[in-house]
T-cell receptor, first 112, second 112 residues
Framework: GNSVTQMEGPVTLSEEAFLTINCTYT??????LFWYVQYPGEGLQLLLK?????DKGSNKGFEATYRKETTSFHLEKGSVQVSDSAVYFC???????????FGSGTRLSIRP | EAQVTQNPRYLITVTGKKLTVTCSQN?????MSWYRQDPGLGLRQIYY???????DKGDVPEGYKVSRKEKRNFPLILESPSPNQTSLYFC???????????FGPGTRLLVL
């Protein structure tokens, strides 16, 4: 069945470091892929998405590229800030009529 | 802007005392769903609804009920709560023509 696997946290980095959070998926066909972010005490909100192979989603300095050949959608940011501390969820949507499948989440902490 | 409202935001109750967590939306979206979030387990879908009077079980429906009598509301009912239902609950909405899912702020439930 469809599934999402993301790297376990927590991930702790210093401010201005380079960030990568790995995400791989298993799905038949061509799902849409997402990264959601959950700031402390809040619900999840969409960070970025990509709907087809080789698409790059980007927002707030974060980027992720839909790689069908490696079934991956790794999240990257060139220079993280303390305000990026949050839990990040990778997710896929197989079709508009199906449910979104979430990874288990990766907690990111940024030290000043 | 999509808005999902959940009430209450925090609730402490005792085993066996029926409770309802309400969810309402301002977007007229067809798709609504409930998730629970537990440490190390990510988000797990409890129930979802594709439209009025149409509800289906998600991955962890045991111990929960839902109803969808009108489009904007999707309450989550715990007829006889137990301590293993202590969790953080999120309601979410999605328009079937879009792919972005919008989440409510969460309801933190403690069952003693």
């Amino acid at each position: 069945g469809n599934s999402v696997t993301q790297m376990e946290g927590p991930v702790t980095l210093s401010e201005e470091a380079f960030l990568t959070i790995n995400c791989t998926y298993t799905a038949t066909g061509y799902p849409s892929l997402f990264w959601y972010v959950q700031y402390p005490g809040e619900g999840l909100q969409l960070l970025l998405k990509a709907t087809k192979a080789d698409d790059k989603g980007s927002n707030k300095g974060f980027e992720a590229t839909y790689r069908k050949e490696t079934t991956s959608f790794h999240l990257e940011k060139g220079s993280v800030q303390v305000s990026d501390s949050a839990v990040y969820f990778c997710a896929l949507l197989y079709s508009s009529a199906s449910k979104i499948i979430f990874g288990s989440g990766t907690r990111l902490s940024i030290r000043p | 802007e999509a808005q999902v409202t959940q009430n209450p935001r925090y609730l402490i109750t005792v085993t066996g005392k029926k409770l309802t967590v309400t969810c309402s939306q301002n977007m007229n979206h067809e798709y609504m769903s409930w998730y629970r979030q537990d440490p190390g387990l990510g988000l797990r879908q409890i129930y979802y609804s594709m439209n009025v009077e149409v509800t289906d079980k998600g991955d962890v429906p045991e111990g929960y009920k839902v109803s969808r009598k009108e489009k904007r509301n999707f309450p989550l009912i715990l007829e006889s709560p137990s301590p293993n239902q202590t969790s953080l609950y999120f309601c979410a909405i999605r328009d079937r023509s879009q792919e972005t899912q919008y989440f409510g702020p969460g309801t933190r439930l403690l069952v003693l």
